[in-house]
Nanobody, 124 residues
Framework: QVQLVESGGGLVQAGGSLRLSCVASGRSFSRSDMGWIRRAPGKEREIVAARSWNGLRQYYVDSVKGRFTISRDTAKNMVYLQMNSLKPEDTAVYYC?????????????????WGQGTQVTVSS
């Protein structure tokens, strides 16, 4: 059974930092692209950051560039999202997701596997 499990969310003040972690299990993810997707209340899902399986391609939505960093430890089937200088508008449920297709990293619909999500709340 394939599972993606996120951790590390919580409540933080504006300007603070959080590090999200995701562990994947149930199959090998060494050849999967991995991404972090968020859904804020009343908004559509959006890719926050994504990284190709070989690390050669990365994607960040404009609003987080320079603040968020995605990384992965393929040997451990882990992916991380370091979030710095958090803003209230970063408040959302953050999902870890994986895909094995060749769709664009920024294409939310291309992700095959999703975690349950972790809440990130940034207070002003």
């Amino acid at each position: 059974q394939v599972q993606l499990v996120e951790s590390g969310g919580g409540l933080v003040q504006a300007g603070g930092s959080l590090r999200l972690s995701c562990v994947a299990s149930g199959r090998s993810f060494s050849r999967s692209d991995m991404g972090w997707i968020r859904r804020a209340p009343g908004k559509e899902r959006e890719i926050v950051a994504a990284r190709s399986w070989n690390g050669l391609r990365q994607y960040y939505v404009d609003s987080v560039k320079g603040r968020f960093t995605i990384s992965r430890d393929t040997a451990k089937n882990m992916v991380y999202l370091q979030m710095n200088s958090l803003k209230p508008e970063d408040t959302a449920v953050y999902y870890c997701a994986a895909k094995f297709t060749t769709t664009l990293l920024a294409d939310v619909s291309g992700y095959d596997y999703w975690g349950q999500g972790t809440q990130v709340t940034v207070s002003s």
